[in-house]
C-alpha cells in the first residue's frame, strides 16, 4: 500500500509575483508515523486511498478512504470508512503522545439485526478486539454506534427499508507501530462488511434474534 501523506502544493504567489515561503519540514514523529502507515499489511478485501485531511483539527493529519468488498477485485461493496491520524507535536497537545486515530465506519445490516439491542455494542466489541489482536497499544478509546432504519412512503412506498450501522471512534495510539492501528481498523470495517476473521482470528459474533 502506499501513503502518500500530507500533500505538497504548488508555490503561492502573492502580490507582484512574490512566491510565499515554502512549507516547514513534516515533525520527525510524523514522518515515521508515515512510514508506518506505508509498511501496513491491511486486509486485502480493503481497497485504501488517500483523501484530504480534514482541517483544522491537528497541525498534521493523513487521511485514507476505505472500501470493503466481498473478495479482492470484486466490486460489491460491502462496508465503507475513513481513517485518519492527527499529530500534534506541541508541549500543550490534548493527547498523550501526541497522536489521534479518529475513524468512521459504515455498512448495512439485516432488518432483524438491526433492530437487535446488542448491535451497537457487538460493533464496539469489534473494534475493541481488532486492536487488542493487532497489539495496537492504546488509551483514552471512545465512540459511538448509531443504527438508521429508513423507510419509504409515498411514490418510494415499494422501495425496501434500508438499515445500516455508523461507528464513529477514536483513541490515542502509542507513538510507536501506527501501521499495527491500521491493520486493525481494517480488521473493525471487514467485520462490519460481514466478512468472516482471516484464520488465526477470533472475533464476536454478529447479533442475531
Known amino acids: ?22 512549507p516547514a519540514p513534516l515533525p520527525a514523529a510524523f514522518r515515521r508515523a508515515l512510514a508506518d502507515l506505508r ?27 476505505a472500501e470493503v468488498c ?8 460491502l462496508a465503507t470508512g475513513r481513517f485518519v491520524l492527527l499529530h500534534d507535536p506541541s508541549p500543550a497537545a490534548r493527547w498523550p503522545g501526541g497522536f489521534r486515530a479518529v475513524t468512521w ?51 418510494l412506498g415499494t422501495a425496501p427499508d434500508a438499515t445500516d450501522i455508523e461507528l464513529r471512534a477514536s483513541w490515542t495510539p502509542a507513538p510507536r507501530d501506527l501501521g499495527a492501528h491500521l491493520e486493525a481498523w481494517s480488521d473493525m ?9 482471516e484464520a488465526g482470528d477470533d472475533a464476536p459474533a454478529a447479533p442475531g434474534p
Open 39 to 65: 509498511t501496513a499489511r491491511p486486509r486485502p478485501e480493503v481497497r485504501l486511498r488517500e483523501i484530504a485531511a480534514p482541517a483544522g483539527q491537528a497541525p498534521h493529519a493523513v487521511a485514507l478512504a
Open 189 to 197: 470495517i471487514c467485520a462490519f462488511a460481514g466478512l468472516p476473521p
Open 105 to 155: 465506519i459504515r455498512a448495512s445490516l439485516e432488518p432483524d439485526v438491526a433492530l437487535d439491542q446488542l448491535a451497537g455494542a457487538v460493533a464496539w466489541t469489534w473494534l475493541v478486539e481488532a486492536l487488542e489482536r493487532r497489539h495496537a497499544e492504546h488509551t483514552q478509546a471512545g465512540g459511538t454506534a448509531t443504527r438508521s432504519i429508513a423507510e419509504g412512503f409515498g411514490t
Open 1 to 22: 500500500m502506499t501513503v502518500i501523506g500530507p500533500r505538497r502544493l504548488a508555490p503561492v504567489t502573492g502580490p507582484r509575483g512574490a512566491v510565499a515561503p515554502a
Open 70 to 77: 466481498g473478495s479482492p477485485g470484486a466490486d460489491d461493496v
